[in-house]
T-cell receptor, first 114, second 111 residues
């Protein structure tokens, strides 16, 4: 089945550690996105990528890093510089920035910093 | 930058009609989308408006007025399963690929 796979689903991290969240899509979509969601809040854009080897900062990029070496993969690293990393992280992809450009989301990764 | 405003909570009765409003500010505008998210789940796409007017998809309709920077989602014949959070999202700013979400409206459908 086509879709977006995020892993791990749950992750615990000690303060001061970097952690990488995986996002893989087999929808052949050009664009990929990372959002952060805090309890009872909306989705805030961390990074997005329109095409391989290119990505742009969203509204809350500080303390995060990404890479887009392959079309199907867009991993997110939460670095120790991120002051409050405990959150629900959602990866998404779309086939276009034009028209509806519907976003397809993965099931999310829930990160807890101990 | 971009910002969106929508009510935090709405309550309605099963079978009724509810309207969720969204106002937005953006330097460039490509379109307004709506997404539904059940607790603990991922958002799913509901509708999209690029031009003024009403778009209908089954029980859901979405409206856009670009001159007023305003849109709404209309849910008819409410069902218990419609209890969820609803987000408006705008494509705008410096890239048509950039999609910014509102803070969401939590809809509670009562029997």
């Amino acid at each position: 089945d086509g879709g977006i796979t995020q892993s791990p689903k749950y992750l615990f991290r000690k303060e001061g550690q970097n952690v990488t969240l995986s996002c893989e899509q087999n929808l052949n979509h050009d664009a990929m996105y990372w959002y952060r969601q805090d309890p009872g809040q909306g989705l805030r854009l961390i990074y997005y990528s329109q095409i391989v080897n290119d990505f742009q900062k969203g509204d809350i990029a500080e303390g995060y890093s990404v890479s887009r070496e392959k079309k199907e993969s867009f991993p997110l690293t939460v670095t120790s510089a991120q002051k409050n990393p405990t959150a629900f992280y959602l990866c998404a992809s779309s086939n276009s920035g034009q028209g509806a450009g519907e976003l397809f989301f993965g099931e999310g990764s829930r990160l807890t910093v101990l | 930058g971009q910002s969106l405003e929508q009510p935090s909570e709405v309550t309605a009765v099963e079978g009724a009609i509810v309207q969720i409003n969204c106002t937005y500010q953006t330097s460039g505008f490509y379109g307004l989308s709506w997404y539904q998210q059940h607790d603990g789940g991922a958002p799913t796409f509901l509708s999209y408006n690029a031009l003024d007017g009403l778009e209908e998809t089954g029980r859901f309709s979405s409206f856009l007025s670009r001159s007023d920077s305003y849109g709404y989602l209309l849910l008819q014949e409410l069902q218990m399963k419609d209890s969820a959070s609803y987000f408006c999202a705008v494509r705008g700013g410096d890239s048509s690929y950039k999609l910014i979400f509102g803070s969401g409206t939590r809809l509670l459908v009562r029997p």
